[in-house]
């Protein structure tokens, strides 16, 4: 009698350590009655539903504030009180606007709340059949409890972890949770403690799909604790990781801030020193703040981003999380998943043994398109004749001792049942025998469904002439087969050793090797069972299959390598059958394919693990748990970490790579939602076309970088030297936004758009460690922001003491910086550089870049307004200018040409 009010026993063996009775007896279940409902209604309360929590997001108006959490920002918002306190609300004004569309811009890039831990909570509700006081009845998933006796039918999807205590030919597709490519038959043995999670048989888990035959289980985990669950607890427990790219920004800002803070108090203190009033040195101490935080370049960073994601869109990888792109072009690792990312995901047989010929066969998935050849043949061409008997035999037995059929939407096959018996109608397609005429002029009369314990499927067809065809394991018709088909439907005796040697070389390639075998019946027999087949077998033959590698993704495999990107395949399926897709892709370093086990990991410490990770090219048999750690290792390691996959096992080590890629066509729910990046074709191909934008990004970044920050050099270097030396400022603050903002992204977002550069994926990726700033980009910056510096100093002082007028003199000195400006753009840019080359060795081959002429038409056009018209003139002080002040602006033109050839020598790779 169940008492109720006490916990349910536990047990110190794992579920599929104990037998199917104890598995009940620890749940205080019964088999035949099921749980009762005060029972029920205790676990309830005990347990819960069976659900996953979920995490709930924060509000909009809390992720908006939290943009205005950065350094720079800060410095902002405090210069903007300090101008409202000193009753300059223009000046505060503008300045508070720009921290308002920095924060608008990274508000709307997060605005997507993240919905993987609610598409896993959706994997676990359905519907599901469980017997309660007796009663067989179907009730929401989400009302089970553990010892719930639930009952699992073909295409039912599993509500819950259960032991099975009862099954009759149970196949599941545990592709999703394990990465086995293929429907796993289950057992209700007890098995050992330390077998890995796709090869506990004896188990039934969330998530995953019945493809074939009935079974009863006893639940022994819900919600949360279930597998699935505690794949979603690690990802609740994930945090949201930086990029290379974020991270570098939040260094620099952490630098800048410093160095800001420290010049402007030096500024006040020095100013204040020298007898100069505090107003003026408060003014003096916002313009060099403001002139050093350069505004525009959040901005251009996100502006770059986007334009990045478009350019990707184009070539199928869609960008949830705009620093994704940049840190996809710096992978230094990528870890793939094997079934349905490397590979078709569809199972095809590739081999056939009959009649002592080895044949291979063409084509891949269910499409029907592709040969059968004679493997012997120099050169291998296709069979022209009639099929020779023994392999139409052979063929015909794979396609009428099956309960598949195929389906064709469009121009894409599908299979409607087993993969594996998919492929063998898909063969026997290739050899033009269609399963609808066969089944309607060979009937089948009778069936022997596959059973574990004898791991083979019979059936018995025709009327007139009953016949057996018999498919199975090698090991079981092997022993039952007396004679084999021989070439001109001769029956010599069964020759085992020769065929056991053609399983080895198939299995040595990583086929699955099905043997296929027949028997004449009785006549007028119109039922089979076990006893009918167990001696007097003819072998036909033997079918090899495999899930191949997409050739594209060979392709793009070795683009990755050329880049200096290693290729990693991480998968549950076995170890032999990876290596093999791993020889055929050429995922090797050199030599041959370094593959681990799951069970080998699980007993290696941190450091023999990062060892491991270095020197491994597979990993197979990994659980769920193990992928995060593997990529967790590879960071530790210093590399960054790009991690494809398309299955719930894949989603923790997606959140935890630096950039997660999931298959949006193919992938599940989960996998895309914890993903900063989707395939729409579903193909590894699109992931080096993504590599590559991501290094054209980084590259524009990097140009960008090198173009705005000489500018707040020169200006942080004009306004900390005027007020050492108790000078008029030759720029005030708010003409300094008016350059870092408008103007700079006028002529800065024109480089988002350049081509990439002359052999960008031959060069290996940069160094994880190397700075945003480099040594190279610091001197240039240093070198252009002395000639900015000496410029409008130099341009203001002039201009002041000959015209007499210090807007005047202010606005010169703008516009000739400008001016400067356009030169130095061009000088970075492709158009510059395709200019030069023309005119050096007297062709034409300037790039087309119309957004860098706008840019620079529009640049232009902005600064005659900033100078010429009135209501410019009262909001930023400035003034218009003669005829002859305008050519003045521009002879600095002259010298910035020189400067920006020096410039491109210390630093070639902004070039």
Partial sequence: MLNIMEPVEESSRSEHELSAQESIDCFDSDAKRGLTAEAVTHRYEIYGWNQLPTKPGKPAWLRFLLQFHQPLLYILLIAGGVKAFLGSWTNAAVIWSVTVINAGIGYMQEAKAEGAIASLAKAVITETTVLRDGQTLRIPSRELVPGDI???????????????????????????????????????????ADISLAERTNMAYAGSFVTFGQGTGVVVATGAATEVGQISQSMVQRVNLSTPLTRKFAKFSRILLYGILTLATLTFAIGLGQGESWIDMFEAAVALAVSAIPE????????????GVNRMARRHAIIRKLPAVEALGGATVICSDKTGTLTENQMTVQAIYAGGEIYRVSGSGYSPKGDICLTVRNPVSPLEDELPPTLKECLIAGLLCNDSQLKQTGEDWSVVGDPTEGALITAAAKASLSQSSLTASIPRLDAIPFESQYQYMATLHDP????????????????????????????????????????????????????????????????????????DLIFLGLQGMIDPPRPEAIAAVHACQAAGIQVKMITGDHIATARTIAQRMGIQKAGPVVAFEGRQLASMDDQQLAQAVEEGDVFARIAPTQKLRLVEALQANGEIVAMTGDGVNDAPALKQADIGTAMGKGGTEVAREAADMLLTDDNFASVEAAVEEGR????????????????????????????????????????????????????????????????????????????LITGKLLRRILVVSLFNWILIFGLFEWAKSTTGDITVARTMAIQALVAARIVYLLSISQLGLSLFHSLRHRTVSIIHAPILVMGIVGAIALQLLFSQWTVMNQLFETAPLTWMQWLICLLPMLPMLPMAALANWIDPSQS
């Fill in 150 to 192: 639930v009952m699992l039918a073909s295409g039912d999807k599993v509500p819950a972890d259960m032991r099975l205590i009862n099954i009759k030919n149970l196949q599941a597709d545990e592709s999703a949770l394990t990465g086995e490519s293929v429907p796993v038959d289950k057992s209700i043995q007890p098995l050992p």
């Fill in 296 to 307: 525009g370049l959040p901005a251009v960073v996100t502006i770059t981003l986007a334009i």
């Fill in 464 to 535: 007139v002439s009953p016949i057996i065809y018999v498919k199975g394991s090698v090991e079981a018709l092997l022993s039952r087969c007396s004679q084999m088909m021989g070439r001109d439907n001769q029956k010599p005796p069964l020759d085992s050793a020769e065929i056991e040697k053609t399983v080895r070389k198939m299995t040595e390639k990583g086929l699955r090797v099905l043997a296929f075998a027949k028997k004449e019946a009785r006549a007028h027999q119109h039922s089979i069972d076990h006893e009918d087949i167990e001696t």
């Fill in 696 to 771: 054209t990004v980084y590259q524009n970044l990097r140009k960008a970088i090198a173009f705005l920050l000489p500018v707040n050099g020169g200006e942080s270097m004009t306004i900390l030297i005027s007020a050492l030396l108790a000078r008029d400022l030759p720029i005030l603050s708010l003409q300094i936004l008016w350059l870092n903002l408008i103007n700079s992204l006028t002529m800065t977002v024109p480089l988002a758009f350049e081509p990439k550069a002359n052999g960008l994926m031959q060069h290996p990726p940069r160094n994880p460690n190397e700075p």
